[in-house]
């Protein structure tokens, strides 16, 4: 039985590896990825279907105070990031693949991301509803805060 030499194997696995990271990159750069690692909620729009999420974020009360990472991400680094990275990921395939809903939904791990963000800046305004409620969700009451005009959400 033939066997395949040591060194060819080590061919074939880093043309592969080249290969992967050649496209990677690739995508990367042509997708302007870098430009998803800042903070500007521009960028959020860049995809035609978070369009209505920027336009009612420009006419909601946080449009000021508040960018999308502030509410939709993690606050620590590398949770965002890591945040960014798997929604990025998702986004693209979803897209890819035209498997999304209009409108778009959040997931329930970005649902708990969300309420912590709440909390996070919030905290000391709402505890008392915390301490009485049992797992209340802000955006089951204040869902138009950062999207004016928005619909209600499922409740989750």
Known sequence: MNTIPAHAFGLVLAVGVGVLVGV???????????AYLQDDPLVCAN?????PQYDSWMASSHQNVATC???HTP??????????????????W????????????????NQRVLQNQCISCHGDLVHPILDEDDNPQCV?????????GHQRPQRF
């Open 69 to 71: 990472n502030d509410c």
């Open 24 to 34: 990677g990159l690739f995508t990367f750069l042509y997708a302007d990825g870098h």
């Open 94 to 109: 979803a897209f890819t693949f035209d498997n999304f809903y209009e409108p778009i939904q959040i997931i329930p791990r």
């Open 47 to 51: 995809c035609h279907i978070m369009q």
């Open 140 to 148: 089951n009451c204040h869902f138009s805060v950062g999207h004016a």
């Open 75 to 92: 606050n620590s680094l590398i949770p965002k990031y890591i945040s960014k990275a798997d929604n990025g990921f998702r986004h693209a």
